[in-house]
T-cell receptor
């Protein structure tokens, strides 16, 4: 099946620094990528939807200036957590969708665990 | 608005016994429903999906789920649990108007030897 990678898998940073997380579709072109956040023992929450070459669409309550999303190519989307604080510590998961659309065509990355000290 | 409720946060079964993971949904539309599995340190994997065809859906690894409109349920079952089934399972409903997917809170399945 299709493979989606995330880098880094784990990151620890100091409060106030910015962290960039990469999501790559390795063997297919992803017109749409989704970013999720998963708090401990809770479900995944959709943060934003990004389409290649256009601005991301953020879910209600997600600060677009804090969580910067760039989808510059059909195989790469990045999520930058700016001025990270301890409350941003979480598990971030991306998924990449093919051009045929539909959630069943989404392939999920392994996730990035962010710990902000 | 659509939502999905997974009734159990943890389920423990003995190896070789049946598995039942419960999921109820709420949807204004004819929903598409999915079950995903998440093994530790791995990405989410699609187990099976219901998209208005047959109400009994067979998935990978021996799992199946039955869509019951009258009960607004989509419970996941497997006749005989295997140790490798230990993981987190998510029930998911899809919003057909925009392809957004809404996750349940997950059920962690423990397999006892």
């Amino acid at each position: 099946g299709a493979v989606v990678s995330q880098h880094p898998s784990r990151v620890i940073c100091k409060s106030g620094t910015s962290v960039k997380i990469e999501c790559r579709s390795l063997d297919f072109q992803a017109t749409t990528m989704f970013w999720y956040r998963q708090f401990p023992k809770q479900s995944l929450m959709l943060m934003a939807t990004s389409n290649e070459g256009s601005k991301a669409t953020y879910e209600q309550g997600v600060e677009k200036d804090k969580f910067l999303i760039n989808h510059a190519s059909l195989t790469l989307s990045t999520l930058t957590v700016t001025s990270a604080h301890p409350e941003d510590s979480s598990f971030y998961i991306c998924s990449a969708g093919g051009s045929s659309g539909g959630p069943e065509t989404q392939y999920f990355g392994p996730g990035t665990r962010l710990l902000v000290l | 608005a659509q939502s999905v409720t997974q009734l159990d946060s943890h389920v423990s079964v003995s190896e070789g016994t049946p598995v039942l993971l419960r999921c109820n949904y709420s949807s204004s539309y004819s929903p598409s429903l999915f079950w995903y599995v998440q093994h530790p340190n791995k990405g989410l994997q699609l187990l099976l999906k219901y998209t208005s065809a047959a109400t009994l859906v067979k998935g990978i690894n021996g799992f199946e789920a039955e869509f019951k409109k009258s009960e607004t349920s989509f419970h996941l079952t497997k006749p005989s649990a295997h140790m490798s089934d230990a993981a987190e399972y998510f029930c998911v409903v899809s919003d057909p108007s925009n392809d957004k997917i809404i996750f349940g809170k997950g059920t962690r399945l423990h397999i006892l030897p």
